[in-house]
């Protein structure tokens, strides 16, 4: 996989600029996600046939996410970072004419990095904020095909998509304590298209430390070349994830 741009090297190099900026609100959040995966593909294995699955890979898998915010007045930066590693392994019927089942194990990295600014007009944490930004989608996949009356295939695809998104985020908070954030986005570039959606309830805890309980869901489809032949990838998330938020 081609290397990606890392959030915290972004950090070191805006954190001066904003500082001396004036009166910034600062955020980093480190989140604990627990998505259902699911890949679907399809494989040219030759001869005519292949593989066409849905769920070619479908696992409940924990994933880790980290967020940073720095905001000033009406204009921020936002910074998301995604990273998980699952294994999983299933059977399914090739198409005619192989007509056989097949044993399947597979591996998938993913990697998100996201890098965009935020516009919120009235200048506070809360009220509707518009987004628009640049997210790196990074994929490593390994499959090893075994037919029942054959021998193994093993498919490997190394890709890499980067998307412009546009989108936007709605803050409430019900009092000191309790608060609400939902957000949509939607992705394009070299992706077929990338939707991002999550909505979460927030509970301050103590000084600048607070929880936040919410639910993911992202689609991210693209096309990407395996042993030679264009495919259709797509790979779907969705789970609950809580986080540790901390804002000064």
Known sequence: MRPTLHPFVLLLAIAPALSSAGETDWMIAPYIWLPDISL???I???GGGGISA???LSKTESAGMIRFEAA???WG????YIWLSLADQTSLQAQPP???GIDIDGDLDLTVVEVGGFYRPTGKIEGVNYLLGVRQIGTDKVIVATPNNGVSQVFESDSDVTDVFLGGRYIHRFNDRWGFTARGDYSFGDSEGTLNLLASVGLRVA???SLQLGYRHAVIEFEEEVD???NTTEISLSGPYLGFVFRW
């Open 54 to 56: 849905s769920d070619l």
């Open 44 to 46: 040219d294995s030759g």
């Open 207 to 209: 000084g600048p430390f």
């Open 77 to 80: 930066l936002t910074v998301d």
């Open 228 to 230: 030679g032949v264009q």
């Open 40 to 42: 679907d593909q399809t």
């Open 72 to 74: 000033r007045n009406r």
């Open 98 to 100: 192989l007509n056989v």
